[in-house]
């Protein structure tokens, strides 16, 4: 079964470092997403993706954030300036469609993000 | 604003034991309703789903029936196995509120002893 990629599955980086989370969503879906899962507490939506523009995004998305499909297949987040705050699970996924009820989203195994 | 809210983890329990996974929903439309599930080391999976108000999801022996009138989707197993140890999560989508995202519930993280 197709499934979403995500690389790498551990990244530290220094506070203030720049850093680019790689995924590659299910080849044939449309609707691409970034969530994130700091330690203990909710899963939280950061920004939707289609047809190459962003069409939601979270507070949490901000202008430190940046999301690209460089080349038809990855699909990245780069966070410019990373915080302590930052460190968490980034989960990329993907749909076919918009996922209300009629398109479920797949997910990646995560990569977790430690800022020191 | 629409939110979710699942019972608090963690739960443990016997091999062959039921399961009620508690979850509760906000919504300002007429959302869709998910649980899924986080194995050890993996990322979600989508378990079941709901659309629409009296549906029944299934999948894998758990059940989840979606109640407008209680606002509820509770998650159920008749007979759990340690291969259901995991962490579950309550989920709900609202586009036609106005949003195609996901909205998680914090996850329920679910231990089975032998």
């Known amino acids: 079964e197709p499934e979403v990629t995500q690389t790498p599955s551990h990244q530290v980086t220094q506070m203030g470092q720049e850093v680019i989370l790689r995924c590659v969503p299910i080849?044939?879906?449309?609707?691409f997403y970034w969530y994130r899962q700091i330690l203990g507490q909710k899963v939280e939506f950061l920004v939707s993706?289609?047809?190459?523009?962003?069409?939601?995004k979270s507070e949490i998305f901000d202008d430190q954030f940046s999301v690209e499909r460089p080349d038809g297949s990855n699909f990245t987040l780069k966070i410019r300036s990373t915080k302590l705050e930052d460190s968490a699970m980034y989960f990329c996924?993907?749909?076919?469609?918009?996922?209300?009820?009629?398109?479920?989203?797949?997910f990646g195994n995560g990569t977790r993000l430690t800022v020191t | 604003g629409n939110s979710v809210t699942q019972m608090e983890g963690p739960v443990t329990l016997s091999e062959e034991a039921f399961l009620t996974i508690n979850c509760t929903y906000t919504a300002t439309g007429y959302p869709s309703l998910f649980w899924y599930v986080q194995y050890p080391g993996e990322g979600l999976q989508l378990l079941l789903k709901a659309t629409k108000a009296d549906d029944k999801g299934s999948n894998k022996g758990f059940e989840a029936t979606y109640r407008k009138e209680t606002t509820s989707f509770h998650l159920e197993k008749g007979s759990v196995q340690v291969s259901d140890s995991a962490v579950y999560f309550c989920?709900?989508?609202?586009?036609?509120?106005?949003?195609?995202?996901?909205?998680f519930g914090k996850g329920t993280k679910l231990t089975v002893n032998p």
């Open positions: 996924a993907s749909s076919e469609r918009l996922p209300g009820g009629y398109s479920p989203l797949h």
């Open positions: 993706f289609y047809n190459n523009e962003i069409s939601e």
């Open positions: 989920a709900l989508s609202d586009p036609q509120g106005g949003s195609e995202k996901l909205v």
């Open positions: 080849s044939n879906h449309l609707y």
